[in-house]
């Protein structure tokens, strides 16, 4: 009986893209060919050893494990790596002057509260300086957007998501808010924070080994959305703030840094967006 048979490891790569051959998603099979094109050419790229495979598969374990209820490490681990932004940046391109988007992040949560235009976000009190923020959403054509919805969420002035931190109120500098008939929004807040990434995981471990900071530049993140419009999930950065060339999970662009104009102690911001015409819908948060 003729068996064809792996017989070196030049043919391991084509014996596993055949065994999928049947795969009858052609979307799944297509992916799942690349992915074991490309891992079977890192590790020779690499010369990987058995150790490094396993060291490299207790990594991927681990962070499965680390990802719980109000923490997703594996979530963290595809920010630090850059393919977050990479997928983001190529499957939302702003070639056409739409604003460029950027990552949801682990602390989006569904059903903010409604807000009123000029509203208040920051339902903890706080000493630190104030931040008005401003602008219009609009069309690719220049148009306002009328009743588009802007989701707005933020860490506080000392780097923590009220999902992080007991001592904030429940949906502390988180709103949802609609555009008048100018395509217009405003809201007031607490000037934000920049923070370090949790590093007490195996994410923060590979960090150290690369002698990376865990730091994220102050920023704001938004998700704006309207019928007929694809979902623009993105974040402002402060112009001033530390870590813009060098953000670990590698978010900032050019076109999303924001200026924030001190006045008498006060600050403001005010940022357009332009929406691309698509299909409007929504992400699955990372955490609950």
Same mark, same amino acid.
Request: overall charge negative; aromatic content about 8%.
């Given at each position: 009986?003729?068996?064809?048979?792996?017989?070196?490891?030049?043919?391991?790569?084509?014996?596993? +893209?055949?065994?999928?051959?049947?795969?009858?998603?052609?979307?799944?099979?297509?992916?799942?060919?690349?992915? =074991?094109?490309?891992?079977?050419?890192?590790?020779? @790229?690499?010369?990987?050893?058995?150790?490094?495979?396993?060291?490299?598969?207790?990594? +991927?374990?681990?962070?499965?494990? /680390?990802?719980?209820?109000?923490?997703?490490?594996?979530?963290?681990?595809?920010?630090?790596?850059?393919?977050?932004?990479?997928?983001?940046? %190529?499957?939302?391109?702003?070639?056409?002057?739409?604003?460029?988007?950027?990552?949801?992040?682990?602390?989006?949560?569904?059903?903010?509260?409604?807000?009123?235009?000029?509203?208040?976000?920051?339902?903890?009190?706080?000493?630190?300086?104030?931040?008005? =923020?401003?602008?219009? =959403?609009?069309?690719?054509?220049?148009?306002?957007?009328? *009743?588009?919805?802007?989701?707005?969420? /933020?860490?506080?002035?000392?780097?923590?998501?009220?999902? /992080?931190?007991?001592?904030? @109120?429940?949906?502390?500098?988180?709103? %949802?808010?609609?555009?008048?008939?100018?395509?217009?929004?405003?809201?007031?807040?607490?000037?934000?924070?920049?923070?370090?990434?949790?590093?007490?995981?195996?994410?923060?471990?590979?960090?150290?080994?690369?002698?990376?900071?865990?730091?994220?530049?102050?920023?704001?993140?938004?998700?704006?959305?309207?019928?007929?419009?694809?979902?623009?999930?993105?974040?402002?950065?402060?112009?001033?703030? @530390?870590?813009?060339?060098?953000?670990?999970?590698?978010?900032?662009?050019?076109?999303?840094?924001?200026?924030? *104009? @001190?006045?008498?102690?006060?600050?403001?911001?005010?940022?357009?967006?332009?929406?691309?015409?698509? +299909?409007?819908?929504?992400?699955?948060?990372?955490?609950?």
């Amino acid at each position: 009986m003729n068996h064809h048979l792996i017989d070196s490891e030049a043919s391991v790569t084509r014996f596993v +893209i055949a065994a999928m051959s049947d795969t009858q998603d052609p979307r799944l099979k297509r992916i799942m060919e690349c992915a =074991v094109q490309h891992l079977h050419a890192f590790a020779r @790229e690499c010369d990987l050893s058995e150790d490094e495979l396993e060291a490299g598969l207790r990594f +991927i374990t681990e962070i499965g494990q /680390q990802t719980h209820h109000s923490h997703n490490e594996v979530v963290l681990a595809a920010d630090v790596l850059g393919l977050s932004t990479l997928v983001a940046l %190529r499957n939302n391109p702003s070639a056409h002057g739409q604003t460029a988007a950027a990552l949801l992040g682990p602390f989006w949560r569904k059903d903010a509260p409604i807000c009123t235009n000029g509203e208040s976000i920051a339902r903890t009190p706080s000493s630190h300086p104030s931040l008005e =923020v401003s602008g219009y =959403v609009r069309d690719d054509a220049g148009n306002p957007i009328t *009743q588009a919805q802007v989701d707005v969420w /933020q860490a506080s002035p000392t780097g923590l998501y009220e999902n /992080q931190d007991a001592a904030q @109120e429940d949906m502390n500098l988180r709103g %949802r808010f609609l555009t008048d008939d100018k395509g217009r929004y405003l809201f007031k807040t607490v000037r934000p924070a920049g923070y370090p990434v949790p590093t007490d995981g195996s994410v923060g471990k590979l960090l150290r080994a690369q002698k990376r900071h865990p730091y994220r530049p102050a920023h704001i993140h938004f998700m704006v959305s309207a019928p007929g419009h694809k979902t623009l999930i993105t974040q402002v950065f402060a112009d001033d703030s @530390e870590y813009l060339s060098t953000d670990v999970v590698l978010g900032v662009t050019k076109a999303l840094v924001g200026m924030f *104009q @001190e006045k008498d102690g006060c600050y403001s911001l005010n940022y357009d967006f332009v929406l691309q015409e698509g +299909i409007s819908k929504f992400p699955e948060p990372p955490i609950k």
